[in-house]
């Protein structure tokens, strides 16, 4: 079943012919119009028997849950350690709804348009992405603390951007020589976060629409992923592959092990300064307390969150930098939430706010994410700096 011809039918559209099979592989840009037109003539044209698109489960809810943001528990995805992972959906969802809006097309219009085609005239539906959870969860796990910074500032500076993409950008998104470039610079820049979201979709997309081919079957999803897909069906692509990148690594022993070595590293420079100094060194305790809180409360503050906020950050950053089970940004984040709650206005207006800089911090949900991560970012610099005043304070 691995023997197969290949053509280019059309722009974007590849015909690839099995012994008694054939799939009609369209690459599309989520948020171009053109797109939905091709993916709508191809499936009144050619009549499949299975359509195929590039979501998962989550993906799908979120393209057709226009009030899906009203229905988010805040505290519950702070309180279960959710929020990074969060933020980074949010934001590339808010980065292609920016984008939309210069199109005409929704992001995920052409997924959309397949699966009412699909109701409308009976045809199996696939969904043949991995879940979307999996996926951060692996580029974050699986990414060094230095990538997952620029990784996470990738994704927030990503909203100031999208002015300056014109149609005709969009469009060269699914050429193959944009795309090259663009793959490579992430490669370059981001390589484990490349292998995660690109080359192992690549093989996961492969091999479940393999999986779920009919004797005609039209399968929709990015340009970027089309070559790699039709590199990954010349072989037969096993259930166990897919089951090995289809779940969420354990975090590394050093990873395990970290947020519990600093503590104990800087509970043994505490220990350290008692014994060589005769008794409690309260220079120490200070430094510790003063560069810790005093950072995360100025993330707050950066953030313009409320005051008890802003307090509950200096209070509480040189506190939970010692205990391994809890952020500062969590607790941060939990007292703005419950101080300061988003309102339904907020929730209505979420995906026009959050298109700009002045957006994030009129709109008190967006606001609520940035009290989380600056005073998250502003606990981790503090550790940082005060461990060596700790140490100077010993010499």
Do not use: C
Request: no cysteine; hydrophobic share 45%.
């Amino acid at each position: 079943m691995n023997k197969f011809t290949v053509e280019e039918i059309e722009q974007n559209l590849h015909l690839l012919k099995f012994e008694d099979r054939e799939l009609y592989l369209i690459g599309t840009a989520h948020v171009s119009a053109e797109s939905v037109v091709q993916v709508e003539d191809a499936i009144n044209k050619y009549e499949p028997d299975v359509i195929a698109i590039e979501l998962d489960e989550k993906r799908k809810e979120a393209i057709t849950n226009k009030n899906r943001y009203e229905d988010i528990n805040i505290i519950e995805i702070i309180k279960t350690k959710q929020m990074f992972f969060f933020i980074g959906q949010f934001v590339m969802g808010i980065f292609q709804k920016k984008i939309s809006e210069k199109t005409g097309s929704e992001p995920g219009a052409e997924f959309k348009k397949a699966m009412t085609l699909a109701m409308e005239k009976d045809v199996k539906l696939a969904l043949v992405d991995r879940n979307v959870g999996i996926t951060f969860k692996r580029a974050w796990r699986l990414t060094p603390f230095m990538g997952r910074i620029k990784l996470l500032a990738s994704l927030l500076f990503s909203t100031s951007k999208g002015d300056d993409v014109d149609l005709k950008d969009i469009e060269d998104l699914k050429g193959e020589d944009a795309l090259n470039n663009m793959i490579k610079e992430m490669a370059q820049e981001m390589p484990i976060a490349k292998q995660v979201i690109i080359d192992e979709r690549d093989l996961y997309l492969a091999g479940k629409i393999q999986h779920n081919l009919g004797k005609k079957t039209l399968a929709v999803v990015g340009a970027g992923h089309v070559p790699g897909i039709l590199k990954h069906l010349e072989r037969e692509i096993t259930s166990e592959e897919l089951a090995e990148i289809d779940f969420v690594p354990k975090p590394s022993l050093l990873s395990r092990s970290l947020p519990w070595i600093l503590p104990a590293l800087i509970f043994a420079l505490f220990a350290w300064g008692f014994t060589k100094g005769g008794g409690i060194n309260y220079d120490m305790i200070w430094y510790w307390i003063l560069i810790n809180g005093v950072l995360s409360a100025v993330g707050a503050t950066i953030a313009l969150g409320h005051p008890i906020s802003i307090i509950t950050a200096f209070i509480a950053a040189p506190i939970t930098s010692l205990n391994p089970t809890i952020g500062a940004g969590m607790v941060v984040g939990l007292i703005q939430a419950y101080v300061v709650p988003p309102k339904v206005k907020d929730f209505q207006s979420l995906s026009e706010d959050a298109q700009s800089i002045k957006g994030w911090y009129r709109n008190r949900f967006t606001r609520l994410l940035l009290v989380f991560i600056l005073s998250s970012l502003g606990s981790a610099i503090g550790t940082g700096v005060a461990l060596p005043a700790l140490i100077s304070a010993l010499s």
